[in-house]
Structures are given as C-alpha cells and as structure tokens.
C-alpha cells in the first residue's frame, strides 16, 4: 500500500485538487469514504477500503499544495527534522558521543539546525541569472528551504514536481541544456535526501511496530503496556505518513491514541495569526486513526450482538462505546482546536465581526476537551498573572510588553502582520518561559514533552483571549494616547468610553468630552446609592481610581465575568464535606441563610476572618451578588456585606501575593484619609524596591487637548533583581498550591512556600505585600472593579462549561457581546454632538442604550447603568446648567427663570451647556419641557418607577430625577407663581398705567 500512497503522490501535479485538509474528517457516523460500510481489517491484504480512501486522500490537487507552500515549519517539525538529520549523520556512532559531541549536537537541535550534510540548502541564484524561466524555479526551491529551514530535507512530492517542471522544459528546448542539466543534478541531490529521510521514517516506524507487538504479548498491565507504547511513539513524527498496521497495533490503546491525536492537531498551533490548517500527511494520519478507531468499535459492537448475552459480550459493548465516545472526542479536540485558533487570530487582528461569526460554531464540548489536556489551566493563570503584572509595572498595555508576556511581536499600529500583510513573527514570551521553568519542576515521569508544552501554551492562551479575558485586563490600562496597543478592537467593546470617547476627544469642541466629564462626576457621586462606601485609594492601575472605576459603568465584560461564570467555575464545598459544586449551587443552598447579615457572617467568617475552606476563585467570588452591595440593602446588610468582602482581601494578602502585589504597585491615597500611618511612603518605597526606577505620577493633558488626567503613572520601568527573583518563586508556590488544592487540600501558601528559605532581601518584599495588603484590605473591598478583579486563583482544571447551557458561549459572544457594544457605541455617538442632535434622537440612543444594556443584563441593571449619562444629557440640555457653582435653589429661581430665559434669548446668550457649546438654536429646557422628558423616559422604559411594597425595593428613578431637576408638581407650581409674578406685575403696572392716563384726561 505504500507503494501505492507513494506512486500518487508522485503525481500530484497531474490530479485536480480538493480543498484541504477538512475532507478527510467525515461526520460522526458517517463513513468518510462514501457510503460504503467499512469492513474490518487488520492486515494490509485485506484493507482495499484503507487503499481507497488513502487513494482519494492523495489527490489534494495545486490549491493545497499552495497554501502548504506559504506555510512556515512548526518549530516542534523543523527540531524533529534536526533530530533526524543529525542522527542520519552520526550514524552508528550517535549512541557512542562523548559528552561534550553531544551537548554540541542536541543544542544545534534545540535550535533546529541540522549538519549541512543532512538535507537542502539554498540553491545559488548567481549560477541561473542567465536563465529567466530556471531562475524562477530556483527561487521557488530557496523559498521552500527557506520554509522547512536551511539544512531539512525537502520534501519528496516537492521535489518530483521540480524535476518533472525543468525535465519538460529541457525536452522542450526552452532553457539552456547545461543550467537545465545542472538544476536536475542539484534535484536529484534533493530527492536522494529526501528519500533517505522517507526511509528513516519508514525503518522508524517498523521498529515501532516491532516493539508495540512485543508489548502487547508481555504478561503486564494494560497502563504499563501503554506508557511503554507513548514511549515508542515518541520516536516518530506526525508530519510522516503513518503505515495502517502501526495504527490497528495501538487501536486498544487509548492513552496511545490520544498521545497521537493530540501531535498532530497541535501541529498548527505555532502560526498564530495564521488560519489553522492540519500538515498534508496529519490530515492524511488524523483521518486514519479515526477509521481505524470506527472499525474497530464497530466490530466490537457485532461482537456483542449475540442472543446469548454474557458479561463478556457486556464487556465488548461497554468497549465498544467506550472507543466510540473517544472516538467523537477527537473530532471535537481538532473541530476545537482549530476554531479557537482562528477565533484567536480575529481577536489579535482586530477582526471582531469575523471573530463573533467564529464565535456561533464553538460549542461546549470544544472548550471541554481542550481545557483537560496537561498544564492548559496553568498557563492560563500564567497569562492572568503576566498581563497583570506588566499592566500594574507600566500602568498599560503596549506592544513592547505585550510582546514580553506573549511573544507575539507586532509593529506600532498593534498590527501582527507587516505592511505585505506577512505575519512579523514570534519569540519566547514570559509566560512560555515560565511554563518551561514549571516543567522542569516537575517530577520527571510527570513532565510533558516539547510538543506538549506547546499545546498547553496554545491552548491556553487562545482560552483566555477568546473568553475576551486579556481584553478586558487591557481595557483597565491607564490612558493610552494616540498609539495602537494589542487587542484594541475587542478591549474597546469592554471600554468604549475611556478608549474611544476620551481617548480620541470626541467632539471636544462641541461639548462631547464635556458630556463625557459630567457623567463621570455622577457615575462617582452616586456610589453611594448601591451601597459602595467611598473608597479614599487616589491611584490605582497606574492611573486615577475614578478612572478606573469608571470603565466598569456599562459593565460591559467577557465571557468570565458575567453572571453565568456562577454555573462554570467549580469549589469544594465551604463546608467540608469533600464534594465540588458550583458558585451558582453554592449560593442557592446558603441562599436563605445569607439573607439576612447574621447569616451572611455566618457563611463566610469565622472569629471576623474568611474561613480557612475558602482558598481558592476569591476574585470570582467577590463579584457574587450575595456580597456585592445593592441598592436595595439595609445599612445592616451593607456592613455585613463589607466585612466579608475585607476579609477576603486579607485572605488574599495572606495567600495570592502575586495578585494583591500588582493592585499595591502605584497605590496612593487622599491625603490625610491613609488607613496606616505613612502608608504612601511605604508603598513609595515597595515601588522602589522592586523596580530599578523609581515611581513617579504625572498630570498629562489627554493627547486631544481635554481634561487633565491626574497622577498617571509615567516613565519606563524594570523589575529589580530580587524582585525578579522573589516573583519566580512565587509563581512555582502559588501553582504548587493551587495543584494541592486540586486534589481537595485546602492548602495556605505557607504550606507550599519556605518563607524562611528567602533572602534577606526577598524576606522583607514578601512581609512588605503581605502587611501592606492587610492594611489596605477595607478600601480595596470598596473598589467598584469592572471585572473580576483576578483570576490567577482559579482551578480552570475543575470548569465545567456544560454547567452554563449549550448556547452560553454562542450567546454570550454572538448575542450579549454585540449588544453591550451597541450600548457603548450609542453613547459615543452621542457624545460627537450632544447639543446639535435633536432631543427626540438624543432620547431615542438613550433609549437604545438601555435596551442594549437589558438584554444580557437584566432590566433594572439596564436603567442602573444607564442612569448617569441620562442624568448627564438632561443636565447639558437643561437651562442655567452651564452656570458653574450656583446653589441648585438659586439656580432654579434665577437661571432657570422663564422671563431671564427670554432675555437670554433676544441677547442671544447661551443659557445650558448645548447652547454654549452648539448655538442659540440649540435646547435650554425649563423644568416643564425637563419633566417632559422624564415622562417619555419612563413611558419608553429607559427609567423607571420604584416597586411597590412586599417586592424587593430599587431605587425609583423617575423620582429621583424629579427631585434633582425640580419637576413635582409643587416645584411646578413655584415655578409657574416665579414665572407669572413679572407677568402680574407688568400688567398690573400696565392697567395702573391706562388708569391714571384716563384720570389725567
């Protein structure tokens, strides 16, 4: 059958191609060969079904064929392929190198770099410049050894092409007979080495198959024999056609199969910004392990089919459905893969439509498969903590320590392609390093190979941006300026107002960044009315803690920080009794006892601190509603409330340094309001501690020329040594913790971490966060986070996306996402013009706003977050508001006047914000066209009336804004008296007037 595989492939140029790879994968169920049933076959005699479909899987035609040109080499193949070189070159005496021979030859191997004698270099273009036609075939071969890397055999059907394409040209007469004759030389170099390596992989393959048959004859157990198949495995690569009997040898063996499956789908990977696509010969071995798999479940189905029911024929039905189920598995492992890889492409490249239409094809069971694999969790919490790290360092996100968490290197647009729309490239980021550097401190049976590693990078990395979760750490960046940053598009959709509004000064001049200020102040002022004491932290995140708030009024999130990540993440039970559950489960059954603020304590503290079960999802948890202040709380529930949001602040001190330290970097509070004594100078000085340059906070004017944004974190920074150091260890402590914990060890980071083993140095940095996060733990439990405020201490391993509902992820990106943008987009369009739109327009996109907001959120959240930029519009439209600091009676008596509006009028002096900043055209509403506005407000239901009793109480808004704009009906009736008086006396001194000129007649 090889012979056969290798005569087509021979061929290529002369068969039409299909279209890629994704032909090879049939539906479940269905035989991808046709409709013909497969019948079972174990030898290469018997398989003419296997010869078909590999027969039809080798005429891929010249569309793949172009799309695999342009197509770099995985490091993992190019190494493989350096593995292979070099052994071809020692030969025998590859096991008999000294030491240092072999350092030598594994570190040109680490490195990709095979021995010139092992494989293509470039061919010199110098020696063809007299020959147009050779000259471009000879580019092409240099841009293929430039793919595979100088050094790698090419690959045969390649090659075969090249030779056929200058032999016809020669046999035509078109080029010169001595180049032509010298180019088939150097091809046939090629095809000799590009043979050796087909052979070496054919030999390989044979020992492999050699062994696994030895193995399974050997009177151990079935786990043993299967670790000492992977083993086998290992020497051979995925990009190389697999031989059939080498499959049907490890059909039984399903950690065999999977070991496998999961090579070849993270082939990939590596191309980031590249649309996924398996290697010609992994679509050719994917869809042959899952034939092979389906023959044989369906025969151990028949097997179990006989009337005469035993339990071995249960057995054989039980192992039937068991490699069945495996069997989908994979499909689903490569369908995910691939759609979380291109989803993560969008979001990089800013191509959100494509990236939400993307977003409507993943289902759950993709997320499942690809977040059990090895380390996928921890590298998704390495992200967490990397991103964070950077953002609190420099105060933003930028694309040179973007590049230093990821990897992905983008130019100063933000963009990962050049200016030929070529992807730039990438390069080992922290969070890579890291993940290496916890491998080694693994034990050595448990640490994962090369490829393993990256896949877990790849697919941890894609988890976190496609949930939209480094989008929303990017969107808590202090102001960025004019300059793009990573992922500007999707956390734009998290932050509309600070990234878009203020950033770019919408309308400066025709009021927009006035409006934008306005309901700022509101969003701030109003803390208060659900429940939020203030908060006396001045800086945090780099920026003003007003600021950063702010970004969270919408509360617009990802897929984490929503309500439904309740159902997802799983915790043991608080209460001891060894069973995982639920947020959302957990909060139903404490439901009725944290009701009341006795019981709320009684939940959570024990002797006034968390209690010890808590130690893990703290960041997801503080966000739930049962400790979260409402605006339908008593002051006793609100006390409760805040001690045990305090509480898991200090726990979080204690035991997740690595999240607390990145909220301590640049915090700064009012003067004269601190929590300890000098407690700015010892913040000062942990800042200065930990980076080489000290900290310092500017006032910068916003690049458009608006507000002052003050005590913005500036200047360029660096961790210190020790500091560098410190944070090394604690990142191997907070996941050996975190590994504990998944095993159900309620395990404190001093279980896991030496304090004493430190440095002096190190020693008194970690005592510094941990006291220091102590004392600012109550202010901290004051901030109105837009987000979960951490993430780093969650056990993804234990998620359960199911929990959810299949159409969760769909819904959420696909419908909830667009949504809440629509409501940020409306605002920003309102803020181009707020005084030159008409009123009925103006209220219409606040109308939608709301309606937006509702949908994901809820009603009465909707009309919440929509409260402030309604009061702010009524307030920039509202006569006598462009007075500055005039009591609110005065202002009613005087500015609001009619008659002072009428002169106001006639001298064409603007008397609201709209007409200062649009013209005398412009609104200036008196109360009565003020109470106007909020009838049709509550009439459209983008306000609302407070419930009524024995329901659960929110704020009435309507009443709310009666109040401050002066609309009841006795303000009215004031207003009216005010506005008749000049009236009254004009016509009283005007009929005076007839009189006495009557008596005087």
């Known amino acids: 059958m090889k012979e056969i595989l290798n005569q087509k492939l021979a061929n290529l140029a002369q068969t039409p191609y299909s279209k ?24 290469p005699q018997k398989g003419e079904q296997i010869k078909k479909s590999l027969e039809n899987v080798a005429r891929i035609g010249e569309q793949e064929k172009e799309t695999r040109k342009q197509q770099p080499l995985t490091k993992e193949e190019r190494v493989l392929r350096a593995r292979e070189a070099w052994e071809h070159y020692y030969g025998e005496k590859w096991q008999s190198l000294s030491p240092e021979e072999r350092q030598e030859a594994e570190g040109n191997i680490k490195e990709d770099l095979p021995p010139i004698a092992g494989g293509a270099d470039p061919l010199s273009v110098v020696a063809f410049l007299t020959d147009p036609t050779l000259l471009n075939i000879v580019r092409e071969v240099n841009q293929e050894v430039g793919r595979i890397g100088a050094g790698n055999p090419l690959d045969m059907d390649f090659v075969t092409e090249q030779l056929r394409r200058v032999q016809n040209l020669q046999d035509q007469g078109r080029i010169d007979r001595g180049l032509g004759l010298r180019l088939i030389g150097e091809l046939q170099g090629f095809a000799a080495e590009s043979a050796q390596a087909r052979a070496r992989q054919d030999r390989a393959q044979t020992v492999a198959f050699r062994e696994i048959h030895d193995i399974s004859q050997r009177s151990i157990s079935h786990e043993q024999k299967e670790r000492l198949i992977v083993e086998q495995l ?42 996924y696509q398996l290697s010609f010969y992994g679509g050719i071995n994917f869809s042959l392990i899952r034939e092979r798999m389906k023959v044989r479940y369906e025969g151990l189905a028949r097997e179990a089919e006989d009337p005469q029911r035993t339990p071995q024929h249960d057995e054989l039905l039980e192992n039937s459905r068991k490699k069945e189920g495996l069997f989908h598995i994979f499909e689903y492992m490569r369908t995910g893969a691939e759609l979380t890889h291109n989803m993560n492409a969008k979001v990089v490249t800013g191509d959100i439509e494509q990236f939400i239409g993307v977003a409507r094809e993943l289902e759950i069971m993709h997320l499942q498969v690809l977040q059990r694999s090895e380390l996928v969790s921890t590298v998704v919490r390495l992200y967490e903590q990397e991103l964070k790290r950077v953002i609190a360092r420099d105060g933003k996100i930028t694309t040179k320590n973007y590049e230093e968490v990821t990897g992905t290197i983008l130019d100063e647009k933000g963009s990962p392609f050049d200016e030929r729309g070529r992807p730039i490239g990438k390069k080992p980021g922290s969070v890579e390093k890291r993940l290496y550097r916890l491998n080694k401190e693994r034990p050595a049976e448990d640490r994962l190979e090369e490829w393993q590693l990256k896949w877990a990078f790849h697919s941890g990395r894609n988890i976190l941006n496609i949930t939209l979760r480094a989008a929303e750490l990017i969107a808590q960046s202090k102001e960025i300026g004019y300059r793009s940053y990573p992922q500007e598009s999707a956390s734009r959709i998290i932050d509309p107002l600070n990234l878009t509004g203020q950033r770019f000064g919408i309308a400066e001049q025709r009021g927009g960044l006035h409006l934008y200020e306005m309901t700022e102040g509101i969003f ?29 009024i919408f509360e617009i999130t990802g897929v984490w920080s929503g309500w439904r990540q309740n159902n997802i993440i799983q915790i043991q039970d608080p209460d001891n009794t060894g069973r995982t559950i639920s947020l959302e489960e957990f909060t139903k059954e404490k439901g009725g006892q944290m009701s009341s ?68 970097r640049g915090m700064r509070f009012e003067d004269g309001k601190e929590p300890l004594p000098n407690i700015n100078v010892r913040l000062e000085q942990l800042d200065n501690i930990m980076f080489t340059t000290a900290t310092r906070f500017e ?68 005592n510094r966060i941990r006291d220091l996060g102590l004392g600012v733990a109550r202010d901290m439990a004051e901030i109105r986070f837009p987000s979960d405020p951490f993430m780093n201490d969650v056990l993804f391993e234990a998620v359960n996306y199911g929990e959810a509902g299949a159409e969760f992820f769909r819904r959420r990106l696909g419908g909830d996402i667009p949504s809440m943008y629509k409501a ?18 103006a209220q219409e996109v606040l109308h939608e706003m709301e309606r937006a907001l509702e949908s994901p959120q809820g009603q009465e959240a909707g009309q919440n977050n929509i409260a402030a930029p309604f009061e702010a519009y009524l307030q920039f439209v509202r006569a006598g508001g462009n007075v500055e600091n005039v009591p609110e009676l005065i202002n009613f008596l005087i500015n609001e006047n009619s008659f002072v509006n009428s002169i106001r009028k006639i001298r064409k002096a603007p008397n609201s914000w709209a007409q200062f900043f ?53 303000w009215l009736l004031l207003r009216f008296l005010i506005d008749a008086t000049p009236i009254f006396l004009i016509g009283g001194a005007f009929d005076m007037g007839q009189k006495t000129v009557k008596e005087e007649k």
């Open 20 to 43: 890629g790879g994704d032909i090879f994968m049939a539906e479940p169920g269905h035989n991808e060969t046709g409709s013909e049933k497969l019948v079972e076959n174990q030898t």
């Open 234 to 275: 290992r020497t051979l690569s995925p990009a190389e056609p697999f031989q059939t009997e080498l499959i049907d040898s490890i059909v039984d063996y399903d950690k065999a199969l999977e070991y496998l499956v999961n090579r070849i789908i993270s082939e990939p990977l590596d191309a980031e910004t590249s649309r």
């Open 524 to 552: 701030n002022r109003d803390r208060g009315n659900f429940g939020w004491l203030k908060s006396n932290i001045k800086t945090l995140m780099g920026g003003d803690r007003r600021q950063f708030e702010l970004r969270g």
């Open 597 to 664: 603020p006795a019981g709320l304590r009684t939940v959570f503290l024990e002797n006034g601190e968390l209690k010890e079960n808590f130690v893990h999802s703290l960041g997801v948890v503080l966000r739930l509603g049962a400790i979260m202040p409402s605006e339908k709380d008593k002051e006793p529930m609100l006390a409760a409330k805040r001690e045990v949001r305090a509480a898991i602040w200090r726990r979080v001190a204690r035991d997740n340094p690595l999240a607390m330290v990145d909220f301590l």
């Open 699 to 766: 006032d910068k004017k916003i690049w458009a020329g608006g507000k002052t944004n003050k005590n913005v974190l500036s200047g360029e920074y660096k961790e210190a040594e020790v500091w560098d150091s410190l944070r090394e260890k604690l990142v191997l402590a907070h996941e050996k913790r975190m590994a504990n914990i998944k095993t159900g060890n309620f395990a404190q980071l001093i279980d896991v971490f030496e304090v004493n083993a430190l440095s002096v140095e190190e020693r008194d940095i970690f």
């Open 824 to 841: 940020g987009g409306s605002f920003t369009n309102l803020m181009d013009n707020p005084g030159g739109i008409p009123n009925d327009k």
């Open 918 to 970: 649009a013209g005398p055209e412009a609104p200036a509403f008196d109360a009565f066209q003020i109470g106007s506005q909020l009838d049709r407000a509550l009439l459209a239901g983008t306000i609302r009336r407070g419930k009524g009793k024995g329901e659960a109480v929110w704020t009435d808004l309507y009443e709310r804004f009666r109040k401050k704009f002066k609309t009841s009906p006795l």
